[in-house]
């Protein structure tokens, strides 16, 4: 889903909530398919996770790569949209054909944790690692627990003002 510049919803989300200090890095997969089942008022469901990961595979951001890492804060795998090149080494992940550099890539702390260095394993552990709290409808990592928990009203409004300020 395109909504504003001709960029990406998922690519607006991680953009935007890195720029207001939110977090460390980035999103986890479960905030990403939840705010777009929020915004679109949908029930999501596992390959809902499945097709947003296709999609940030095959219509990269230009001149940004996703950076899929394990974060400590959270326990949990975090999304990134970040300028291309990746720094992260080895480079593990995914790239259009024929171009130059990869559009999603795998941390090295996300190859050692799922032992693969091989991408479409990696993507499938991540899918795997947010069924429930996907299938469970909460979508928002609590720091302090390491547990999925409901959107709080903030987030709404976050969600709200990144994607529906067209």
């Not at 607006?12 to 398919?33: C, D, K, S, V």
Request: glycine share 4%; aromatic share 10%; hydrophobic share 40%.
């Amino acid at each position: 889903m395109t909504t504003r510049d001709g960029k990406p919803d998922w690519f607006l989300l991680m953009y935007a909530w890195r720029q207001e200090n939110h977090g460390e890095r980035g999103l986890t997969l479960p905030f990403l398919i939840g705010a777009r089942a929020y915004s679109r008022n949908t029930q999501p469901n596992i390959s809902d996770a499945r097709a947003l990961l296709n999609e940030m595979i095959t219509t990269p951001v230009d001149n940004f790569v996703v950076e899929i890492a394990w974060c400590p804060s959270l326990a949990a795998p975090i999304l990134s949209a970040s300028p291309s090149p990746s720094l992260f080494q080895p480079k593990v992940g995914f790239r259009l054909p024929g171009a130059e550099e990869m559009c999603v890539v795998f941390g090295l702390d996300l190859q050692s944790r799922w032992n693969s260095s091989d991408a479409n394993d990696l993507l499938d552990s991540l899918i795997d690692e947010c069924e429930i709290a996907i299938l469970d409808r909460t979508y928002s990592r609590d720091s302090h627990s390491k547990t999925y928990k409901a959107f709080e009203p903030w987030e709404h409004q976050f969600i709200d003002s990144t994607l529906r300020s067209q």
